[in-house]
Nanobody, 124 residues
Framework: QVQVVESGGGLVQAGGSLRLSCAAS????????MGWFRQAPGKEREFVAA????????YYADSVKGRFTISRGNAKNTVYLQMNSLKPEDTSVYYC?????????????????WGKGTPVTVSS
C-alpha cells in the first residue's frame, strides 16, 4: 500500500522558519517527481514547489521564490521543504505529492499520490 506522509508542520512566528519532510513508501518511486502544495481554509489548493527525480530541476511558485527551498534526500523517496522568512499568508495545510510528470503537478495540480497534509500556522 502506497503511503505519503508529511511531517514538520507547526506554529511559528512571522519571520521564522520551518522544515517540512515527506516520505513515500509502498512501491518504488524511481522516476517520480515530488512536490509540495498548500490549501488554506476557503481557498483552492495551490502549487508551492516541485523537484525532479534526480533533483536537477526545481520549480517554485512566485509567492515563495527566494524563501522556500525544495530538496530530495539521498533516499529518492523523501523530499523536504525548507521554509524561511515565513509570512502569515503562508498559513495553510501543506501537502506532499508524487507523480511521474513534474509538469502535471506544477501546471495541473494533479498527482498520482498524495499525503494527508501537515498544518502550518504563521502568527503575526
Amino acid at each position: 500500500q502506497v503511503q505519503v506522509v508529511e511531517s514538520g508542520g507547526g506554529l511559528v512566528q512571522a519571520g521564522g522558519s520551518l522544515r517540512l519532510s515527506c516520505a513515500a513508501s509502498g512501491r518504488t518511486f524511481s522516476g517520480y517527481a515530488m512536490g509540495w502544495f498548500r490549501q488554506a481554509p476557503g481557498k483552492e489548493r495551490e502549487f508551492v514547489a516541485a523537484i525532479s527525480w534526480n533533483g536537477g530541476t526545481t520549480y517554485y511558485a512566485d509567492s515563495v521564490k527566494g524563501r522556500f527551498t525544495i530538496s530530495r534526500g539521498n533516499a529518492k523517496n523523501t523530499v523536504y521543504l525548507q521554509m524561511n522568512s515565513l509570512k502569515p499568508e503562508d498559513t495553510s495545510v501543506y501537502y506532499c505529492a508524487a507523480d511521474l510528470s513534474l509538469p502535471t503537478m506544477r501546471d495541473r495540480l494533479r498527482a498520482n499520490y498524495w499525503g494527508k497534509g501537515t498544518p502550518v500556522t504563521v502568527s503575526s
